[in-house]
């Protein structure tokens, strides 16, 4: 009978020590984002585990009064000196190190399995554990809930894609760092220099020379300049060369006057909803001087958001700011 009361007292206390470490090991905050995408384990463990401070008075008074009957017992039984030796042994072994350890590694499988136990615990001790839990929640207030910098989500990312247990591959990985990175960029890291943009001159006759270069580009949409690449009067679409008799007839007789114009400093998620506001591809990008810096096309954002450069059979260069670059540094100018 004495080795059963012990047992049954060393059980409890187990119990009472693991679930406090495994409880609160568990975020609330990630308990119900698991809860709501249908997680059963996480809902049981959850809707006990919000009522944080309840929890932690009714585990911590439950553990102090298991051990304390322990202690006592044990002194009924054994000498004072004894008791003391082996109450504190047997608390520190097997009713803390051992439940801590697993119930750590394995919180929420354990917490959902006694769900139903320490539910009975919080109806037992609830006249004692209330006024406790009902003034740390005055007194304290809520917990604080725990939102991630962007940095951080991205690390916590990295962190999944390299783990054998997680189901993001690299695809994803470079996709989400993306999304959550691009809105701290502007158009100045996108745009495509203006000396490797491709313009027509508004006066330029059409024939089958030129449109014949047109087609080979490959570009769908093409800035038409007035006196000079500063005074852009208009966007040819390549596709209105299959509608139109385009012989002998001016490029600008042709082009379209939508022409939209972008600052340079302008972050990539206000351009993105400009891009789909406007329902144009392409805009021109100007300095702070209002001079023409280059364009920027939808494409660019999307290869910013996706961590990888979309090529097509026409495009030459990945990265025509890099080839704008060489060309400088072969020239021997400096860039300040």
């Not at 044990?74 to 042994?89: P, Q």
């Not at 406790?132 to 604080?144: D, R």
């Not at 390549?238 to 022409?259: F, H, P, Q, S, W």
């Not at 702070?288 to 990888?308: A, M, R």
Request: net charge negative; with cysteine.
């Amino acid at each position: 009978m004495d080795l059963i009361i012990i047992t049954t007292l060393l059980f409890l206390s187990a119990i009472f020590s693991g679930l406090t470490l495994g409880f609160f090991s568990l975020n609330k905050e990630d308990l119900k984002r698991k809860a709501d995408l249908g997680d059963n384990e996480a809902r049981k463990v959850y809707a006990i585990r919000k009522n944080g401070n309840l929890l932690l008075c009714t585990l911590l008074i439950g553990n102090v009064a298991v051990n304390s009957a322990l202690s006592i017992f044990l002194g009924g039984i054994v000498s004072g000196v004894v008791a003391g030796i082996m109450a504190t042994s047997l608390i520190v072994i097997f009713g803390e190190i051992l439940p801590q350890a697993i119930f750590s590694r394995y919180a929420l499988k354990i917490g959902a399995k006694f769900s139903w136990l320490v539910r009975i615990f919080i109806f037992m001790f609830y006249p004692v554990t209330m006024p406790i839990a009902y003034a740390l929640n005055k007194g304290l207030g809520e917990e604080i809930p725990t939102i991630y910098s962007k940095r951080e989500l991205i690390k916590i990312i990295e962190d999944h894609e390299d783990s054998n247990e997680s189901d993001i591959d690299t695809d994803e990985e470079k996709i989400i760092k993306g999304a959550l990175s691009y809105s701290s960029k502007t158009v100045d890291d996108i745009l495509t220099p203006r000396t490797e943009v491709f313009s027509l001159s508004v006066d330029q006759k059409l024939n089958k020379s030129n449109t014949s270069l047109i087609c080979k580009k490959g570009h769908s949409r093409i800035p038409v300049y007035g006196k000079n690449l500063d005074d852009i009067v208009g966007i040819l679409y390549a596709k209105d060369l299959l509608l139109k008799d385009y012989e002998n007839k001016r490029v600008g007789d042709i082009a379209r006057d939508n022409v939209i114009f972008v600052d340079i400093d302008k972050p990539l998620d206000d351009l993105l909803n400009a891009f789909k506001n406007t329902k144009n591809h392409l805009f021109i990008v100007l300095d702070k001087h209002g001079v023409v810096s280059g364009i920027v096309t939808i494409e660019d954002v999307i290869e910013e958001i996706i961590g990888s450069e979309i090529v097509d059979e026409y495009d030459q260069h990945d990265d025509l700011q890099k080839v704008a670059e060489d060309k400088i540094k072969k020239k021997g100018l400096k860039k300040i």
